[in-house]
DNA sequence: CGTTTTTTTGAGAGCCATCAAGCATTGTGG
DNA sequence: CCACAATGCTTGATGGCTCTCAAAAAAACG
């Protein structure tokens, strides 16, 4: 599919490009890819790949040593993959399509010209990058405080909010591929507790999760019970 | 004192400024402060400021309703202070002096031109953003995933490197300002545990912090015992 | 030298991990 | 369409790590 009839990009939520802009992306689109449930997308260590996420769910994680995982972030339609991979040498970490995933290959090389060539475009990056660091801190700041069932209201609010960002949503439902392994690996919980904390927003009568579909019972409430606020992002980098 | 004058830029471990992007920094810079320790640099929510720490401690941190807090990170030498707050409209975060700082106050307004004006610089800048992010990733990673003694070892060993880019290091051993609180609020463990875990360290004999002084008893095991691998960073970026 | 702050140490409680078993769902081949 | 296996989800019991509270020791400060 061209890169100018894509309906994704066409959201508000993301920076409109201009016709200078649109051809420059498309100059570095090289293939458009598609991949099933499990496929890795970039290897742990491996440099220099570049991709946009245009459909489906990926996840970004971390191995240890001993075989256990952290998941550092869930990636939605939208996202940049292997920013990092194609900025600096050796990458730790890796990515891998947690539902089919459709993603567009991008030739990392061109990132260079960027600054010369579209410096609207590198400020947006620059501020989409900086999104992505206040995400972070908050991912930081609840793990390192809050308890189990907090983190999980908080995980599953910031990923509604995304998803409605990107038209996935209805109003207080979304489908939500996650399994309990990975809600575990990216809270740092054991996937008992995970259920545990799930079966306490339900009978809470916060949030439930069944059937790959989440729901928000009580979105006011779960927010006060997880501490968690939703920011205005205003718009986004996509390529 | 002048920029081209700064002893700080001049070490290898920072990108040497050419004379047109050292004039263009020079233009930016807007008055040196010097501040004690406990001070504010940024309030929670307060925008548009924008610092270069030449010397001394400090730290971002958010803090919560509850009265909790969590250090984000512990910022040194060389590192930019407000990048986030310059860039976005609302912070969520803020900075205070950990020991007494010296700081250059930088007009964020001319970040804008940057990308036309210092190509070159624009890149590093976004690299260093890069290493922030990989080093952002090592920390959730271990948050989640390690005991109270290894997140320790871990905070540790990457402080102590950190430090010795920067020409703060000896042999084995560093001034290290962080009292129990701050080790707490980082490592989301309370302050009592953060001194258990010391004493294992200690007792293990792998690492000793008192005085304010910190000495890696052995190094090679400490790594190991936290999972900690050094990773070269590269050349960084410095205003 | 007294006061305040920080560090150290102890006892008890709570949260969450681990282990293990039963249940539900999905997929497969007959 | 059913039997069976495989996978993932749920739930319980036990134990370990870390919190909280509290008080004493040490250090920093004026």
Redesign the interface.
Known sequence: MACDLCQLRRRTFFHQLSDEELSFVRSMKREQTTLSPDADILHTGETGKLFTLFAGWAYRY?D??DG?R?I?DFLLPGDLIG??AA???????GVKALTAVSLCALDADML?Q???RL?DL??I???S??????R??????F???RTAAQRMGYLLLELFDRLQRVGMTSDSWCQFPPQRRHLADA??LSGAHVNRSMADLRDSGLATLGNNVLVLLDRKRLETFA?YSA??E?NRFIL
């Open positions: 971390r240890f040593p256990s952290q550092l920013l990092q900025i600096l040498p050796k990458t730790q970490y260079d960027m600054p010369e410096p590198t400020r990056l620059l501020r990058l900086m999104q992505d660091q206040r972070t801190d908050g991912q930081l700041a793990l390192g405080r809270l740092g501490g920011v205005d205003g």
